[in-house]
């Protein structure tokens, strides 16, 4: 008898059960940031644990984690333009074997057990430095794969993917450093590169039109620039993001790791606390698609109050139970924020420019960074941890209150015919952000992902 799967109708059923929206392209972006989610999300646990296993302290943490973030920083924006000139696929699979490279030789330092500090802040430094040329090309890429009129729905399946992954990474990495060690960890996340790198170099660009030739890399940062400096509302809260996004970078790399392992037990419920925040960052995820606030940069940034809780949580301390529910929440407004904000960009920002600008706030949104996570360290010698840790939930929660200060983040409102978007590419993630920022996927420590 002919088995109905062979008959030739059967790939037209197929074809009908993924939405027309699903094309090849969106399809290998979304399986290859799955996959990498999946192994970053566990490397950036098994890299504070790696330092820990080398007789690291506190301050050691600080500095490999400020290794990453330092040429992120730096060659973020000629990442940008690099992506504007060069066929976006190929600086993403590169950039995949960059990342590939540098955590396959972390891995193999770990496991011999003669790994330095030095050894692993320039390794780290190398996947930053990969990260930066990466995401201008992701987010891009992303956006060219899915039509304007699905765009909203192909972004919120796209975002449940990433973070369903960031969950699944987050608690598998912290489970599978308690139980094989660091080193094993981050042989996975090379892994995980490998393949990513493999399924986007099948992405087909024939169908995307030609960039067409601009005044030059300074001509187009100057410009995006302008674009940037004349609102407000964009300044203001990429500014209030660069303080937010440094503290949360300090506490989630270096302050969480070790309140859990001197309060909690180790590495996995500071996993599992993780794994909370990317549950949360899918409920909030979901109630965007249903809600649609008119007033969009008002409610964002009232979202961005409840960031504050895990800092405050980890200065009590909270027990397992208590931080979990904090991060969740956490993740739950920061994807509101998130949304309301991707939202605000798309109605607001020009597309002819869009991109130069959306790099202006990666950029600013992570330009403290380095400097958090090298002070942390030196910042609890100095204030004591649960101090450190009350000063950074006192400062996101004071610097959120001065954004409402400004007139246009009150009042700006949702157009009746702007585009929607039901996902954001925040750690400012990070996975954004973005880059707020979770710890998670294959950005700025994970932060935004795309």
Known sequence: ???????????????????????????????????????????????????????????????????????????LLIGGAVADRIPRHRVMVAANALNCVSQAAFAALVLSGQAQIWQMMALTALCGTGQAFFNPAAEAMLMASVTGEQASRAFAVYRMAMHGASIGGAALGGALVAFVGPGWVLAIDALAFAVAGGLRAFLDVKGIPERAPSGGLFADLREGWQEFIGRPWLWSIVAQFSVVVALIGAVDSVFGPLVARDHLGGSQPWGLALAAYGVGTVAGAVLMTRWKPRRLLFVGTLCVFPIALPSA??????????????????????????????????????????????????????????????????????????????????????????????????????????????????????????????????????????
């Open 1 to 75: 008898m002919t088995n109905p799967a062979d008959s030739p109708a059967s790939p037209g059923r197929a074809r009908a059960r993924r939405p027309e929206w699903a094309g090849r392209n969106y399809v290998l972006l979304t399986a290859a940031t799955i996959v990498t989610n999946l192994g970053a999300n566990g490397a950036l646990i098994a890299t504070t644990w790696a330092v820990f296993d080398a007789g690291g302290d506190p301050g050691d943490v600080g500095l490999v984690a400020m290794a990453r973030f330092l040429p992120l920083v730096l060659f």
């Open 313 to 450: 949580a980890l200065a009590v301390p909270l027990d397992a139970a208590g931080l979990t529910v904090a991060m969740f929440v956490s993740g739950m407004a920061i994807e509101v924020f998130g949304v309301s904000w991707m939202t605000t960009m798309h109605q607001e920002i020009p597309e002819d420019k869009l991109s130069r600008v959306s790099a202006y706030d990666w950029f600013g949104s992570t330009a403290l960074l380095p400097l958090s996570t090298a002070l942390a360290g030196p910042a609890e010698t100095a204030f004591g941890r649960s101090q450190a840790l009350w000063g950074a939930a006192a400062l996101m929660v004071i610097v959120t209150a001065l954004v409402l200060l400004v007139p246009d983040v009150r009042n700006l409102t949702r157009r009746p015919h702007a585009k929607e978007v039901t996902g954001a590419p925040l750690d400012p993630a990070a996975e954004t952000t973005g880059a707020p920022l979770e710890p998670s996927a294959e950005t700025t420590g994970a932060q935004r992902g795309t």
